[in-house]
């Protein structure tokens, strides 16, 4: 079994900032790419930000010098750092990690954390 596990949403006046920190846990080979979607009311689920084992990051535009991701391979973990937060970026965000456990890699989600950006 794999599981992920976010932490770290809550409640921001527009302007600020949260850090999201997502946890890999269970019978892990090797982790992959990891990264962060989310999905706002109403709107179909997007990419926020992903990371490649080695580091390469890749955003999208509307998160872009705003939003840094990050890992810790040793821990399994991979954090989103969000500053400058617009009402545009409330949503639930999904920690997401390809994930070895015998032979092949395979997309795992967790389970999701609200973020909530107040005007």
């Known amino acids: 079994q794999v599981q992920l596990v976010e932490s770290g949403g809550g409640l921001v006046q527009a302007g600020g900032s949260l850090r999201l920190s997502c946890a890999a846990s269970?019978?892990?080979?090797?982790?992959?790419?990891m990264g962060w979607d989310r999905q706002a009311p109403g709107k179909q689920r997007e990419l926020v930000a992903a990371?490649?084992?080695?580091?390469?990051?890749n955003y999208a535009d509307s998160v872009k010098g705003r939003f840094t991701i990050s890992r810790d391979n040793a821990k399994n973990m991979v954090y989103l750092q969000m500053n400058s937060l617009k009402p545009d970026d409330t949503a639930v965000y999904y920690c997401q990690a390809s994930i070895r456990r015998f032979y092949t890699f395979r997309d795992y989600w967790g389970q999701g954390t609200q973020v909530t950006v107040s005007s």
């Open positions: 990371i490649t084992s080695g580091g390469s990051t």
């Open positions: 269970g019978s892990i080979s090797s982790i992959g790419d």
